[in-house]
């Protein structure tokens, strides 16, 4: 009794302002300061109403009754900053793929976006992703937004799953570092950035009640390990609670997750946010470890403002859990800069140039070739006509759907099939500016290139016959709240590429998909190129890809199956349905929890070497205009752990880029794991000794017991490999120590 009083009164002091003047050092104003000293004075000036400010944040534009909130740029989430003390607003944006602007909530306002995470990933080289964090974080800083929600880094489970191509790939090692490198682009441009979603949130179907059921040692060797990875390499200001449960308990509800994985085991001192609508309970969330509740009001409550505040002036929550909070949100701030004044000058033409520029290259060595017989491609120059085909290719590139779709400037150049409002949302299926077929006009002057859109098969049968090369622009969009029903292509698509070959011409395909796709024309067509969602500088990535300016270097981060029944889970009911919040769906037979222990922390490549399965393409593949070998293997102790080093040597008449893969496999016989990666530019007939770092990670197993990576004394065997199925390049096998 006498502590609730005690409470009482100190939470009723902490409403009265104490006069700035009386903290003389306001040693929060000190940049000089260290980001813990700043956060302690700060946190002793602010009242409780200041402090609960900060531990919501509300959709920042009009919704509803909802009124846009006073200050607000227009974007995903607002948290008000405070005058008197000189904090900062939080205008947070989506996000990973670049800078959105959902249902038009800032009228007119177009942005870069860059491709898919698989591509992004599938350069293997984490400065792509540095790259694109910065440019994005660059147009949100124009534009007076400082937070982004990007880092979108749940491992690809399921190749149907509709979000995977915000996400950086089946492999938590590659995912996690090149998450990292995103927000560490972001952030030390001054913009707070965040991992999402946390955590196993690898599909959409039913995802505000799917559990994922997973034991702790496979759950810390798969999709934690790469948030684990992203938040040691990056420090990101916060991390995102999911909408799903894991184990059957709500994300933004887990104590486990929130308090004991993310704090005491990791030690991570930024802040937990709530996805949009997420929280479901506001008591379970707060005690669980939740410091910001977002989007307000998606949730039933905004359990984080006065109904909170009541307990705390009741003394039925100590103030100590709302500093607690405070020093999450605040540290990151301080931090990562947000307190000072950063110049911000209006986005110039010449901006907007190399932020398309750097989306372009991140595709030109991110995009895979997947299929090239007879070398068709590159295209020669001599040509005499070139017919394109379909997917809109003289207008723009398709994106994939929901909160990470960016609208370029000046618009869609495809008209939406249904209006761009929250009712329809998260369609219309949007396109980014830059159309293909201009760009393959620019770089083959000398060849006739036509066009048609593909919807008169007998039109395309007909011009087929009279080109040279026909390139058929297939797509399949993929979007946010909706999974594939499965890997086949839409039935128009496969179509018109049967059309296209009909002419017996070679005919080149360039998927633009979100994911995986079965090909049932492959062997009658003469090259593929996968191009997954391109970007903004797509177009011209393609044009360059296609006619050798750019030799393809990207490999794949996810596994591609001849057909489901090679996954874990072949069958989950409801995939395809549409889990839109906006819609009134009819009752649907729907699964509300995956079991992930079936493949555990063996997932992508790891389960089809587990279960001794070939897959169509595997993780890692990806063809090239040159041709590259590997010589020798060694692996070296060094001061940050082993390193491989092997030659790599450009054998064929072109330059290009090689990935240099180096799988491990553990004494304990469990399936093997990247350890290494590099990504090597090589001019022809160059070679070039090459020392790749390994990761610890790859080497260990997680020991529930202690909670550490232990790795055990035993024969461990290095692979020098093109792909996670390639077994003939150099190997050893080397007696490593306890550690
Ligand atoms: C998504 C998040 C996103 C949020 C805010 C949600 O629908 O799951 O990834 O950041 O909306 O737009």
Redesign the pocket.
């Known amino acids: 009794m006498k502590r609730k009083l005690a409470a009482m009164m100190l939470a009723t002091a902490c409403l009265t302002p104490v006069p700035i003047t009386a903290h003389a050092q306001q040693v929060w104003k000190n940049p000089d300061a260290t980001p813990s000293e700043r956060v302690e004075s700060l946190l002793k000036a602010t009242t409780l109403d200041e402090k609960f400010a900060m531990l919501t944040s509300e959709w920042g534009a009009t919704y509803k009754s909802h009124k846009k909130p006073i200050g607000a740029v227009g974007s995903?989430?607002y948290s008000a900053g405070n005058k008197r003390l000189g904090i900062p607003a939080l205008q947070s944006t989506?996000?990973g793929l670049g800078v959105t602007n959902?249902v038009n909530m800032r009228p007119g306002d177009g942005a870069t976006g860059l491709p898919s995470g698989q591509v992004i990933s599938g350069t293997f080289d984490p400065a792509f992703g540095y790259q694109g964090g910065r440019m994005i974080a660059t147009e949100a800083a124009h534009r007076g937004l400082n937070e982004i929600?990007g880092g979108?880094i749940n491992l690809v489970r399921d190749p149907r799953g509709g979000r995977n191509f915000e996400y950086e790939g089946e492999d938590p090692i590659l995912a996690g570092d090149v998450a990292a490198a995103l927000v560490n682009g972001a952030q030390d441009q001054h913009v707070l950035s965040t991992i999402?979603?946390y955590a196993l949130n690898s599909i959409e179907t039913a995802r505000r009640e799917m559990s994922s059921v997973i034991d702790e040692q496979p759950m810390h060797e798969s999709d934690l390990l790469a948030v684990k990875i992203a938040i040691d390499k990056s420090d990101p200001a916060s991390v995102?609670c999911g909408?799903n449960r894991v184990n059957g308990v709500h994300d933004c509800l887990d104590p486990y997750l929130l308090t004991t994985v993310l704090r005491q085991e990791w030690g991570y001192k930024g802040y937990v946010m709530s996805?949009?609508g997420a929280v479901y309970d506001g008591d379970a969330a707060w005690k669980a470890g939740l410091d910001q509740q977002s989007?307000l009001p998606l949730d039933k409550e905004a359990w984080f403002g006065d109904y909170m505040k009541k307990k705390v002036v009741a003394g039925e929550i100590p103030v100590s859990s709302v500093d607690e909070k405070l020093r999450h949100i605040l540290y990151p701030m301080f931090r990562n800069g947000l307190f000072e004044a950063h110049a911000r000058p209006t986005e110039t033409a010449k901006d907007i140039a190399q932020h398309t520029e750097v989306a372009q290259k991140i595709e030109e060595a991110g995009a895979v070739l997947l299929k090239n017989d007879h070398d068709i491609l590159p295209l020669k120059q001599g040509l005499r006509k070139i017919l394109v085909i379909g997917g809109h290719a003289d207008k723009g590139v398709m994106t994939g759907g929901?909160?990470?779709a960016v609208t370029p400037r000046g618009g869609s150049p495809v008209r939406g099939d249904v209006p761009n409002d929250v009712q329809h949302w998260p369609r219309p299926i949007g396109y980014l500016t830059g159309a293909p077929l201009d760009a393959l006009k620019a770089e083959m002057p000398h060849t006739q290139v036509t066009f048609l859109p593909g919807d008169d098969l007998d039109a395309v049968k007909k011009a087929a016959k009279k080109a040279d090369r026909v390139i058929v622009f297939a797509s399949k969009w993929a979007t946010?709240v909706i999974d594939d029903a499965d890997l086949s292509m839409p039935h128009h698509e496969n179509a018109m590429i049967e059309a296209a070959t009909t002419a017996g011409k070679p005919v080149i395909v360039v998927l633009q998909t979100g994911n995986p796709v079965l090909m049932p024309w492959a062997d009658k067509v003469d090259a593929v190129l996968e191009a997954w969602f391109p970007g903004s500088g797509g177009g011209k990535a393609i044009a360059r890809l296609l006619t050798g300016k750019v030799n393809p270097s990207g490999r794949l981060t996810t596994t591609w199956p001849v057909s489901v029944s090679q996954l874990p889970r072949p069958e989950v009911k409801g995939m395809g349905l549409d889990f839109s919040p906006f819609i009134n769906h009819a009752p649907a037979d729907y699964d509300t929890q995956i079991d992930l222990n079936i493949e555990g922390a063996n997932v992508g490549y790891r389960w089809f070497s587990l279960k001794g399965e070939k897959p169509l393409y595997p993780f890692g593949y990806g063809l090239s205009y040159t041709s590259f070998t590997h010589t020798g293997l060694k692996i070296d102790p060094s001061e940050d752990g082993l390193v491989a080093h092997t030659k790599v040597s450009n054998t064929g008449r072109r330059a290009g880029a090689d990935v240099v893969q180096i799988y491990v496999n553990l004494p304990d016989g469990s399936p093997e794991r990247l350890a290494g990666y590099l990504r090597v530019q090589l001019a022809p007939g160059e070679s070039k000794d090459v020392t790749i770092p390994l990761s610890s990670y790859a080497l260990a197993r997680f020991d529930t017991a202690s909670k550490h990576w232990v790795r055990k004394a035993g024969a461990y065997r290095f692979r020098v490999a093109t792909n996670s199925f390639d077994n003939a390049g150099p190997s050893l096998t080397s007696e490593l120590a306890q550690k």
């Open positions: 995903a989430g989506d996000a959902t929600l979108g999402k979603h995102m909408y996805d949009w989007g929901g909160s990470s946010e």
